[in-house]
């Protein structure tokens, strides 16, 4: 159910503008994994590579190699269709589908896959509903839209959906910028659960929540305005939060930076 | 002020960048500002204006008043009484085919709305609308039915599948049919578009001529109201194609991305978030369409045989016939006594009670099922549960 993730020498490009330079790093299964940086130094932009999303941004390619368990997600003859439902997302803003209702929303992903057995539909339902955390909020109310949710709810259902699919890899946009403190303490609690069952990998911007949900974080920064991100520093989150190698990794954390 | 995004335009001019205060700080602005000054200062200041004048000096009384300035209520004016005259128009023309029209209905022998004899003129007039009512709807259905899926596969293709560089040329070939003259489409469809629908018209007659409606008389006459279909559809297909795409392109990233997120191929997210999101555009567009090919005149006239003899009725789409429109138009010679003049205009009135009824329909699909309106009543509804349960 989970997987580990090697990337090496990647390089990020949108259209002739390098955003991303020669980063390297190994993502163990079944752990959770926290990119920090200041905005602009390509975490993002990083983390969607991991399943091909940055395609959809026009222009935007990609060099070196992603590993996902020895496979190479950017060999000739990989479709990125195949790639995402291997390794789900989970987004900055929460974008369940507003037409759909509860049950639509987290079964989408199966009847992409040809699921349309109800009952193994209404099984997977409540047990992803149940896995982020959610059954207990929605459970009466299944059919109605999922628009009608509140922000935090909203998001946990867009993480119900991602594990509807069974992937291997979760990845998080600053899945807690669009939050209050309560919905992300709920979300929080869910990565920590998660992290059972899949490899997560999340980016943010609030240090505190990459010092209490992960196990090892990474820290991105830009040389200058205009030059490519990389990646500083990686390592066990405990050490990079209280014994840092880099120096520009201790002045971000410790709010020095610039 | 180079962007981490990469998005600034290459090729500046090294060297210092214009200051943007040193562009605004030219005399536009400021005479509007002296303007204002004016409208609220009478001691003649002229620079600065009243934020930075009141700024200045804190022991003159802050120029508040007087209400009401005079561009503002010039403007109002104008607003209200734009508003006015459009429904004054309306007005004038609704009251104007009725008053010619109640005349004209009273003296008809014969059932306005469900008879297709058409005799207006002389001592016992006789006319009703049931033909060209038929003709009317059934020419515009089919145009609309030809019309909507090819405007919306246009549509997906320019915004989602295309390469811009070929997306560009299509949206603009398509919107350059608009710009095409009705008379230009008439005389095309009549004389060389008809005859190579001639081979369709046949198969389809030889294949389901055991329907009424597809029933073909012998002869090759293509003046029929299939071509005319065709022809209203490539006539529609622009403005359907056009606000389909509008709303397409409109349709957020976010719901885009989290389709493709769950693995979703192009047309699954088409599916997904594009077709739902977009679902009340394409209704109000077809609407539009519809209530445009209702109407069309000139082409119709030139393309659409007129039968002859008494009862001349055929429900065949593969017969020739008349709409209201060009009913009208083909015999505006004979407008010379009050009660002929009078049956062609009820029948005119009843084409634009129709169209009204269309938009208006239009109107209430858009507005029951708008993204934006929709969602607010259910949160409403949904948000009254989750209290309740609390």
Same mark, same amino acid.
């Given at each position: =159910?989970?997987?580990?993730?090697?990337?090496?020498?990647?390089?990020? !490009?949108?259209?002739?503008?390098?955003?991303?330079?020669?980063?390297?790093?190994?993502?163990?299964?079944?752990?959770?994994?926290?990119?920090?940086?200041?905005?602009?130094?390509?975490?993002?932009?990083?983390?969607?590579?991991?399943?091909? =999303?940055?395609?959809?941004?026009?222009?935007?390619?990609?060099?070196?190699?992603?590993?996902?368990?020895?496979?190479?997600? !950017?060999?000739?003859?990989?479709?990125?269709?195949?790639?995402?439902?291997?390794?789900? =997302?989970?987004?900055?803003?929460?974008?369940?589908?507003?037409? =759909?209702?509860?049950?639509?929303?987290?079964?989408?992903?199966?009847?992409?896959?040809?699921?349309?057995?109800?009952?193994?539909?209404?099984?997977?339902?409540?047990?992803?509903?149940?896995?982020?955390?959610?059954?207990?909020?929605?459970?009466?109310?299944?059919?109605?839209?999922?628009?009608?949710?509140?922000?935090?709810?909203?998001?946990?259902?867009?993480?119900?959906?991602?594990?509807?699919?069974?992937?291997?890899?979760?990845?998080?946009?600053?899945?807690?910028?669009?939050?209050?403190?309560?919905?992300?303490?709920?979300?929080?609690?869910?990565?920590?659960?998660?992290?059972?069952?899949?490899?997560?990998?999340?980016?943010?911007?609030?240090?505190?929540?990459?010092?209490?949900?992960?196990?090892?974080?990474?820290?991105?920064?830009?040389?200058?305005?205009?030059?490519?991100?990389?990646?500083?520093?990686?390592?066990?989150?405990?050490?990079?939060?209280?014994?840092?190698?880099?120096?520009?990794?201790?002045?971000?954390?410790?709010?020095?930076?610039? | 002020?180079?962007?981490?995004?990469?998005?600034?335009?290459?090729?500046?001019?090294?060297?210092?960048?214009?200051?943007?205060?040193?562009?605004?700080?030219?005399?536009?602005?400021?005479?509007?500002?002296?303007?204002?000054?004016?409208?609220?200062?009478?001691?003649?200041?002229?620079?600065?204006?009243?934020?930075?004048?009141?700024?200045?000096?804190?022991?003159?009384?802050?120029?508040?008043?007087?209400?009401?300035?005079?561009?503002?209520?010039?403007?109002?004016?104008?607003?209200?009484?734009?508003?006015?005259?459009?429904?004054?128009?309306?007005?004038?023309?609704?009251?104007?085919?009725?008053?010619?029209?109640?005349?004209?209905?009273?003296?008809?022998?014969?059932?306005?709305?469900?008879?297709?004899?058409?005799?207006?003129?002389?001592?016992?007039?006789?006319?009703?609308?049931?033909?060209?009512?038929?003709?009317?709807?059934?020419?515009?259905?089919?145009?609309?039915?030809?019309?909507?899926?090819?405007?919306?596969?246009?549509?997906?293709?320019?915004?989602?599948?295309?390469?811009?560089?070929?997306?560009?040329?299509?949206?603009?070939?398509?919107?350059?049919?608009?710009?095409?003259?009705?008379?230009?489409?008439?005389?095309?469809?009549?004389?060389?578009?008809?005859?190579?629908?001639?081979?369709?018209?046949?198969?389809?007659?030889?294949?389901?001529?055991?329907?009424?409606?597809?029933?073909?008389?012998?002869?090759?006459?293509?003046?029929?109201?299939?071509?005319?279909?065709?022809?209203?559809?490539?006539?529609?297909?622009?403005?359907?194609?056009?606000?389909?795409?509008?709303?397409?392109?409109?349709?957020?990233?976010?719901?885009?991305?989290?389709?493709?997120?769950?693995?979703?191929?192009?047309?699954?997210?088409?599916?997904?978030?594009?077709?739902?999101?977009?679902?009340?555009?394409?209704?109000?567009?077809?609407?539009?369409?519809?209530?445009?090919?209702?109407?069309?005149?000139?082409?119709?006239?030139?393309?659409?045989?007129?039968?002859?003899?008494?009862?001349?009725?055929?429900?065949?789409?593969?017969?020739?016939?008349?709409?209201?429109?060009?009913?009208?138009?083909?015999?505006?010679?004979?407008?010379?006594?009050?009660?002929?003049?009078?049956?062609?205009?009820?029948?005119?009135?009843?084409?634009?009670?129709?169209?009204?009824?269309?938009?208006?329909?239009?109107?209430?699909?858009?507005?029951?099922?708008?993204?934006?309106?929709?969602?607010?009543?259910?949160?409403?509804?949904?948000?009254?549960?989750?209290?309740?349960?609390?």
């Amino acid at each position: =159910m989970a997987k580990r993730i090697e990337v090496s020498g990647l390089n990020v !490009y949108y259209g002739d503008f390098k955003a991303v330079e020669d980063v390297s790093m190994t993502i163990e299964p079944r752990s959770v994994t926290a990119f920090i940086g200041p905005s602009g130094c390509g975490k993002s932009t990083y983390l969607r590579t991991l399943n091909r =999303m940055h395609e959809v941004i026009p222009g935007a390619r990609v060099e070196g190699k992603v590993l996902l368990d020895q496979q190479d997600l !950017y060999a000739t003859g990989v479709d990125p269709v195949a790639v995402r439902r291997v390794v789900g =997302m989970v987004f900055q803003r929460p974008n369940p589908f507003p037409t =759909m209702s509860i049950f639509d929303n987290v079964a989408s992903g199966l009847k992409l896959n040809g699921v349309k057995d109800r009952k193994k539909l209404t099984q997977v339902v409540e047990e992803s509903l149940q896995g982020a955390n959610l059954w207990n909020e929605v459970k009466d109310r299944l059919d109605k839209p999922g628009a009608g949710l509140s922000g935090g709810q909203q998001q946990r259902l867009c993480i119900a959906r991602a594990i509807a699919v069974e992937p291997e890899v979760i990845l998080m946009d600053e899945p807690c910028s669009a939050l209050d403190p309560i919905s992300t303490l709920a979300i929080e609690d869910l990565i920590e659960k998660l992290k059972d069952r899949f490899t997560v990998v999340i980016v943010t911007h609030n240090m505190q929540q990459a010092a209490r949900v992960s196990d090892q974080t990474a820290f991105f920064n830009l040389a200058a305005t205009g030059k490519p991100g990389r990646l500083i520093e990686m390592g066990p989150t405990k050490q990079i939060f209280s014994n840092p190698t880099e120096k520009a990794t201790e002045d971000y954390i410790t709010g020095r930076f610039g | 002020m180079s962007s981490p995004d990469g998005t600034e335009p290459p090729g500046r001019p090294a060297g210092p960048e214009p200051k943007i205060e040193d562009l605004v700080d030219e005399t536009g602005p400021a005479l509007r500002f002296d303007a204002l000054a004016e409208e609220t200062d009478d001691d003649g200041r002229r620079t600065g204006g009243t934020a930075v004048a009141t700024k200045d000096d804190s022991k003159k009384e802050l120029a508040l008043g007087p209400v009401g300035h005079l561009g503002d209520r010039l403007f109002s004016g104008l607003a209200h009484g734009s508003g006015a005259v459009v429904i004054l128009i309306v007005a004038f023309v609704g009251v104007f085919l009725l008053a010619l029209a109640i005349p004209a209905l009273a003296d008809n022998n014969s059932n306005f709305l469900f008879s297709r004899v058409w005799e207006p003129g002389g001592a016992e007039p006789r006319f009703g609308i049931a033909a060209l009512f038929y003709t009317t709807l059934i020419s515009s259905v089919i145009a609309m039915v030809i019309a909507v899926p090819i405007a919306i596969g246009v549509a997906l293709f320019v915004t989602y599948y295309a390469p811009r560089r070929i997306a560009t040329p299509v949206a603009h070939a398509v919107d350059l049919l608009a710009a095409v003259p009705s008379i230009v489409y008439g005389l095309w469809g009549a004389l060389f578009f008809a005859p190579i629908l001639l081979p369709v018209i046949n198969g389809l007659s030889s294949a389901l001529g055991w329907i009424p409606v597809f029933d073909k008389a012998p002869g090759d006459n293509v003046g029929v109201i299939f071509t005319v279909s065709v022809v209203l559809a490539i006539m529609i297909l622009p403005v359907v194609t056009a606000i389909s795409r509008e709303i397409f392109a409109q349709t957020p990233i976010s719901h885009r991305e989290g389709a493709l997120a769950l693995g979703a191929t192009r047309w699954e997210m088409v599916r997904m978030a594009v077709l739902p999101y977009g679902r009340s555009g394409v209704v109000s567009a077809s609407m539009l369409g519809l209530g445009r090919a209702l109407g069309e005149t000139v082409a119709v006239m030139i393309i659409l045989t007129v039968p002859n003899g008494n009862d001349p009725w055929d429900p065949s789409i593969f017969a020739g016939g008349e709409t209201f429109a060009s009913k009208i138009a083909n015999n505006a010679a004979e407008f010379d006594s009050p009660e002929k003049t009078g049956a062609f205009i009820a029948a005119g009135l009843v084409l634009f009670v129709v169209t009204f009824l269309v938009n208006s329909a239009a109107r209430l699909i858009v507005a029951r099922s708008a993204p934006g309106a929709k969602r607010p009543r259910r949160n409403r509804r949904a948000g009254a549960t989750e209290g309740a349960s609390a």
